[in-house]
């Protein structure tokens, strides 16, 4: 195949898509001038290695690939960065591919949490995601590979455990937080009794009362389950 002749007739953006899709074949590296800004740099990826999320792998065990890439957060503690598999619309392709139908409809957190509260006091409760991040056996790992750090210095990784942002994470995310709030949809016991609301969102869950009593007591409840 005559490679130069093919990427004339392409768009540029067609071109540099196709030639990082080549390298991923037939270099033990990645084109890394495609999507650079989304890049994972090797101080991150060192250190979700030492968390175990990730791990190096060799070439000849690629099966598959994945586009992680980092943002980073203002938060109130000072900048933070968060790692996602893939962007929103890479999501919808992947489900479209696998067929996948998410038991839950997930929306915008505004949907589920209410914005104002009038009249009563509030308990939050935010849990880590990462304490949600799934083991997978090696041959699903062997399919979610990617090249981290500098076309010199970088190496290829394999995710050990599954991030937010993979198919499933964010409605077993959900699931998780409604069974600690006592949805009935995933548990039999109920720690709601009397004017209460509570809001879920993934990791974020809110619970509104008209009683600063009955806050304090669904919040001991909460930490002994």
Partial sequence: MDIDALTRIMTRRVRRR??????????????????????????????????????????????GFAWPFCVAELKKAGWRRRMTLWSQEGNL???????????????NRIKYLSSVWIGGPALRIDLKASFYQIPISKDASNKLTFWAGSRE????YAFKRLPMGHILSPEIMQIAMSTLMGDERFTKHTVTKGDVVIDTWLDDARILSSSARTITRLEQDITRR
């Fill in 18 to 63: 196709f030639r990082y899709l080549l390298s991923l074949f037939v270099s033990h590296s990645a084109d890394m001038s495609y999507r650079a800004k989304f890049t994972l740099s090797h101080d991150d990826a060192e250190k979700l290695r030492i968390n175990n999320i990730i791990a190096p792998i060799h070439h000849s065990q690629i099966q």
């Fill in 93 to 107: 392709v992947v489900r479209d591919i696998h067929g996948y139908t998410p038991p839950l409809n997930l929306y």
């Fill in 153 to 156: 210095n970088g190496s290829w």
